[in-house]
């Protein structure tokens, strides 16, 4: 670029005013300015400059460079005036200018439309696993699902399971209470397993006649699900406590990292209590050994005894304590435990 030196007296040919706070000084020097044809850029625009404004310019001893102050003002949108009797610049007005507002709008409206295709996106992968769970969920034992429905979001799923009773009371009379709880926890299983395993997923069974809610269900994280039954009317109620032994064993449940299996369950009338024995499903002794059981077992043996006194509770029995004995597979007693349910803790 072409570069040229001036060297001059600020007379009434070039006058700098500055107007500054009480210590300002007024008067005339020597300067060494640089011109290189400086651009002033707005917005990505190049802003060309009205006769008279003056032009750009580097300050040599100080490296600065020097913007006419009309020039930039203008440049933004601003409005200036010289104001003779205070001996100073006044600049009025605001960046945020028509276009600045614009572009806001503009921001405003792509992250709405962002929204909208991420709302669509988790809608069609429910959709989605909607009917793949139909299609491999679309028997409960001989009763026949009509519909599964999800809503919700990737974290937090809702199901709503719908069977007819007007054509299948008869089928349904004959499930047990266990039937029904494996083929939720493998629809559950199926539906963390799509999205994540801490997926909180929570739903009924529903007659779609009657809008009786049959059974509800709920599973949080890798908690075992919770499944409570309203069917009382429609499979007799609860009335064998040998019918929720029955449904109860064989269940699984895990203490610790440590599988075990219901061998045996008995429900004392009388006491309102209930015995049951879980057998590991391997050789535990030293994994059970090496459990902490503040940490790891407390919690754990809780959940189960809950699990098992609302089973008998949602039935109608009374339930006050909970004896549970834990065995490794050989049969050897690993531990013992009874807890108290209406205070919620063992002793």
Do not use: H
């Given at each position: 670029?072409?570069?040229?030196?001036?060297?001059?007296?600020?007379?009434?040919?070039?006058?700098?005013?500055?107007?500054?706070?009480?210590?300002?000084?007024t008067?005339?020097?020597?300067?060494?300015?640089?011109?290189?044809?400086i651009?002033?850029?707005?917005?990505?625009?190049?802003?060309?400059?009205?006769?008279?404004?003056?032009?750009?310019?580097?300050?040599t001893?100080?490296?600065?460079?020097?913007?006419?102050?009309?020039?930039?003002?203008?440049?933004?949108?601003?409005?200036?005036?010289?104001?003779?009797?205070?001996?100073?610049?006044?600049?009025?007005?605001?960046?945020?200018?028509?276009?600045?507002?614009?572009?806001?709008?503009?921001?405003?409206?792509?992250?709405?439309?962002?929204?909208?295709?991420?709302?669509?996106?988790?809608?069609t992968?429910?959709?989605?696993?909607?009917?793949?769970?139909?299609?491999?969920?679309?028997?409960?034992?001989?009763?026949?699902?009509?519909?599964?429905?999800?809503?919700?979001?990737k974290?937090?799923?809702?199901?709503?399971?719908?069977?007819?009773?007007?054509?299948?009371?008869?089928?349904?009379?004959?499930?047990?209470?266990?039937?029904?709880?494996?083929?939720?926890?493998?629809?559950?299983?199926?539906?963390?397993?799509?999205?994540?395993?801490?997926?909180?997923?929570?739903?009924?069974?529903?007659?779609?006649?009657?809008?009786?809610?049959?059974?509800k269900?709920?599973?949080?994280?890798?908690?075992?699900?919770?499944?409570?039954?309203?069917?009382?009317?429609?499979r007799?109620?609860?009335?064998?406590?040998?019918?929720?032994?029955?449904?109860?064993?064989?269940?699984?449940?895990?203490?610790?990292?440590?599988?075990?299996?219901?061998?045996?369950?008995?429900?004392?009338?009388?006491?309102?209590?209930?015995?049951?024995?879980?057998?590991?499903?391997?050789?535990?002794?030293?994994?059970?050994?090496?459990?902490?059981?503040?940490?790891?077992?407390?919690?754990?043996?809780?959940?189960?005894?809950?699990?098992?006194?609302?089973?008998?509770?949602?039935?109608?029995?009374?339930?006050?304590?909970?004896?549970?004995?834990?065995?490794?597979?050989?049969?050897?007693?690993?531990?013992?435990?009874?807890?108290d349910?209406?205070?919620?803790?063992?002793?």
């Amino acid at each position: 670029m072409k570069k040229k030196i001036i060297i001059a007296l600020l007379t009434a040919a070039v006058v700098l005013t500055v107007a500054m706070a009480a210590s300002a000084t007024t008067g005339a020097k020597q300067i060494e300015a640089t011109y290189r044809n400086i651009v002033i850029m707005t917005n990505g625009n190049v802003v060309s400059p009205e006769p008279g404004m003056g032009e750009p310019f580097i300050l040599t001893s100080e490296g600065r460079t020097y913007v006419p102050i009309r020039l930039a003002a203008e440049a933004l949108g601003l409005d200036i005036e010289w104001v003779d009797w205070l001996n100073a610049v006044k600049i009025t007005g605001s960046t945020s200018s028509a276009e600045f507002e614009a572009l806001k709008a503009e921001n405003a409206d792509l992250k709405a439309q962002l929204q909208a295709y991420q709302n669509k996106k988790g809608s069609t992968a429910l959709r989605d696993l909607e009917d793949d769970l139909l299609y491999y969920y679309d028997k409960l034992k001989d009763v026949k699902i009509e519909n599964i429905i999800l809503d919700g979001a990737k974290d937090d799923v809702g199901v709503q399971i719908k069977i007819d009773l007007d054509e299948f009371a008869g089928k349904w009379k004959k499930l047990y209470d266990n039937d029904i709880k494996g083929w939720i926890e493998d629809l559950v299983g199926d539906i963390q397993n799509e999205f994540s395993k801490d997926t909180i997923v929570s739903g009924k069974i529903i007659d779609i006649d009657s809008r009786d809610v049959l059974v509800k269900f709920n599973k949080i994280g890798k908690s075992s699900p919770r499944v409570t039954f309203y069917d009382d009317s429609y499979r007799g109620g609860g009335s064998d406590a040998s019918v929720i032994e029955k449904d109860i064993k064989g269940n699984g449940y895990d203490v610790g990292g440590i599988d075990f299996t219901v061998t045996d369950i008995s429900y004392d009338e009388d006491e309102e209590e209930i015995s049951l024995r879980l057998g590991a499903d391997y050789n535990a002794v030293s994994y059970w050994g090496d459990l902490d059981y503040r940490y790891d077992i407390k919690p754990d043996v809780i959940d189960i005894c809950e699990d098992i006194a609302d089973t008998f509770g949602n039935k109608g029995f009374e339930v006050k304590t909970v004896i549970i004995d834990f065995r490794n597979n050989n049969n050897v007693r690993l531990d013992s435990y009874d807890y108290d349910v209406d205070r919620g803790r063992l002793f």
